[in-house]
Structure formats: C-alpha cells, structure tokens
C-alpha cells in the first residue's frame, strides 16, 4: 500500500488549503486513515486520524477546531480541511493507514509541502 498526498501549497495565516490521500494503486480496507506533519528539523506528528467508515475523529490539540479530516472508505481516500491557518503549520503533510486494529501505521508516500506566512 502507498498512498499519495497532494492539495499543498504557500498561503497566508488565516487562510485554507484542502489536502488529498488517495492510493497509487488498488484499494484497500483500512481502520484507520490519518494525516501526519513534519516540521524542518522535528519529528513526524499525528495530526488527525478517522476511524472507519467515517469516524470517529481524534485531533492534535492545536487544529481542533481549525481541520476536519474525513474520508471515503470505498476509494480508500482522506482529505484534511485545514481553515485558519498558522505559521506553527507549516511542513510536510503526509498520510497513512493502519488497516487493522493492531497493525501500524504505514503507506507512506510524497508528501505534500503547506507553507504559511505570516
């Protein structure tokens, strides 16, 4: 499995951006669907992930209320709405599944860069 993110892009604090998961291949089941973020020089966060079919959904504390992640089971896609944007979420986004309930997280593909400005 590997999934592919795109909807990146330079936007200025306060605006919006909607990021993209989709598979590079055949779909598959999966428990799980999250979104990652790797800021230079840090570690790779989990910053949302949704349960199947859709939900329900866990948050970082600093995006709640800012993203909303959803997804569509049958296509095996997540998305990642992301309004308010700040500086401090700036990075690369990737996503990735766990497709049981004991597995890990995997599929990492390219991410995709989000730059805010502030």
């Known amino acids: 499995v590997q999934l592919q993110a795109s909807g990146g892009g330079s936007v200025q604090a306060g605006g919006s951006l909607r990021l993209s998961c989709a598979p590079s291949?055949?779909?598959?089941?999966?428990?799980?669907m999250g979104w990652f973020r790797q800021a230079p020089g840090k570690e790779r966060v989990l910053v949302a992930s949704?349960?199947?079919?859709?939900?329900?959904?866990d948050y970082i504390d600093s995006v709640k209320g800012r993203f909303t992640i959803s997804r569509e089971s049958a296509k095996s896609t997540a998305y990642l709405q992301m309004n308010s944007l700040k500086p401090e979420d700036t990075g690369v986004y990737y996503c990735?599944?766990?497709?049981?309930?004991?597995?890990?997280?995997?599929?990492w593909g390219q991410g995709t860069q989000v730059t805010v400005s502030s």
């Open positions: 949704i349960g199947r079919p859709s939900g329900p959904a």
């Open positions: 990735a599944t766990v497709r049981d309930p004991f597995g890990a997280w995997e599929g």
């Open positions: 291949g055949r779909t598959f089941s999966s428990y799980r």
